[in-house]
């Protein structure tokens, strides 16, 4: 087993090991019941593999639900294919329980297909695809009703088993919080070949921030290096008269000011623009659509520095 396990995890040198009611639904049961799994996780192997050939790994992360996590995701994704069409991207969506980048890139109702070389990503651009638990529902209306030990081996397939081939970049959307999923790709993107690191998103008010401050601490306690915050919906902009007025007030100086007490990067700020939602809901791209928004020009200023990490 991994050497970061969730706290309900009895772990492998438990008697309880495979036994205890967390272990329900885990995949790794049977063989920490029979006493095979005293070394490491035999997954993480598997996941390095697999992801040989990706150069580049981007977690988003948010403290909070509802600041913007995944469309700020399907945004950098889509703005670094569309600067890049000589590089590969892929988007993976690891929140398993509210799956949104299929409806976001407007390939809902899509089917993944396997083969003998492992399950095929839908591909929304000819460098742009996306996996996700979304494609695998029978309905939209679906619940994914799982117990986190489930969850983290449907993530262990989902970065061991699908067939990418080559990628300059594997961006993650993952639930909001600390949780058994963020663990999880944790773990196994540590022991992987390449850079990785993660984008913090969130919304000025400070009912956000504290909730990221937590983020923050949980990726330097688990050495996930940080690529920076964005702070996302910052203001207003009119698309006719691109006038800004502010309706989150960030009281105590917003994002910039907590990247300065924390020391981490401040990657820019992203205003509201309205046809941003209707994209989302029509699986529209707006980077492409709406390149004259302020919030597509804030977008490549942060997509520039992102880079630069990388490079």
Not at 153 to 163: A, C, H, N, T, Y
Not at 170 to 199: F, R
């Given at each position: 087993?991994?050497?970061?396990?969730?706290?309900?995890?009895?772990?492998?040198?438990?008697?309880?090991?495979?036994?205890?009611s967390a272990c329900a639904g885990c995949p790794n049961q049977q063989i920490c019941s029979s006493g095979e799994a005293k070394g490491p996780d035999p997954s993480i192997a598997l996941v390095k593999e697999r992801l040989k050939d990706v150069k580049n790994k981007l977690v988003i992360l948010s403290g909070?639900?509802?600041?913007?996590?995944?469309?700020?995701?399907?945004?950098?994704?889509?703005?670094?294919?569309?600067?890049?069409?000589?590089q590969n991207f892929g988007v993976l969506d690891i929140d398993i329980c509210g799956p949104s980048q299929p409806r976001v890139f407007g390939v809902i109702g899509e089917q993944v297909h396997?083969?003998?070389?492992?399950?095929?990503?839908?591909?929304?651009?000819?460098?742009?695809?996306?996996?996700?638990?979304?494609?695998?529902?029978?309905?939209?209306?679906?619940?994914?009703?799982?117990?986190?030990?489930?969850?983290?081996?449907?993530?262990?397939?989902?970065?061991?088993?699908?067939?990418?081939?080559?990628?300059?970049?594997?961006?993650?959307?993952?639930?909001?919080?600390?949780?058994?999923?963020?663990?999880?790709?944790?773990?196994?993107?540590?022991?992987?070949?390449?850079?990785?690191?993660?984008?913090?998103?969130?919304?000025?008010?400070?009912?956000?921030?504290?909730?990221?401050?937590?983020?923050?601490?949980?990726?330097?306690?688990?050495?996930?290096?940080?690529?920076?915050?964005?702070?996302?919906?910052?203001?207003?902009?009119?698309?006719?008269?691109?006038?800004?007025?502010?309706?989150?007030?960030?009281?105590?100086?917003?994002?910039?000011?907590?990247?300065?007490?924390?020391?981490?990067?401040?990657?820019?700020?992203?205003?509201?623009?309205?046809?941003?939602?209707?994209?989302?809901?029509?699986?529209?791209?707006?980077?492409?659509?709406?390149?004259?928004?302020?919030?597509?020009?804030?977008?490549?200023?942060?997509?520039?520095?992102?880079?630069?990490?990388?490079?």
């Amino acid at each position: 087993m991994a050497d970061t396990v969730p706290e309900h995890c009895p772990g492998t040198q438990s008697e309880s090991a495979g036994k205890a009611s967390a272990c329900a639904g885990c995949p790794n049961q049977q063989i920490c019941s029979s006493g095979e799994a005293k070394g490491p996780d035999p997954s993480i192997a598997l996941v390095k593999e697999r992801l040989k050939d990706v150069k580049n790994k981007l977690v988003i992360l948010s403290g909070k639900g509802g600041v913007g996590k995944s469309t700020v995701t399907a945004l950098l994704s889509r703005a670094m294919a569309q600067n890049n069409a000589e590089q590969n991207f892929g988007v993976l969506d690891i929140d398993i329980c509210g799956p949104s980048q299929p409806r976001v890139f407007g390939v809902i109702g899509e089917q993944v297909h396997q083969s003998g070389s492992g399950w095929s990503p839908v591909y929304i651009e000819d460098n742009l695809s996306l996996m996700s638990i979304g494609f695998l529902l029978g309905s939209q209306d679906d619940a994914i009703i799982w117990r986190g030990p489930k969850k983290n081996g449907m993530i262990r397939q989902f970065l061991s088993e699908v067939d990418w081939g080559q990628l300059d970049y594997l961006i993650l959307d993952t639930p909001p919080g600390t949780s058994d999923e963020h663990l999880s790709a944790s773990t196994y993107l540590n022991g992987t070949e390449g850079k990785w690191g993660a984008v913090l998103v969130t919304t000025p008010q400070e009912v956000a921030l504290l909730d990221v401050r937590k983020e923050i601490s949980f990726c330097k306690k688990l050495k996930i290096p940080v690529v920076g915050v964005i702070e996302n919906m910052s203001g207003f902009v009119c698309p006719k008269c691109t006038v800004q007025s502010t309706i989150f007030a960030a009281k105590t100086g917003g994002a910039e000011k907590m990247c300065e007490e924390m020391a981490v990067p401040f990657l820019g700020r992203l205003p509201i623009d309205p046809r941003l939602a209707k994209c989302c809901d029509e699986g529209r791209n707006f980077v492409e659509e709406f390149s004259d928004s302020p919030a597509v020009t804030s977008l490549m200023a942060i997509v520039k520095k992102i880079e630069t990490h990388f490079a």
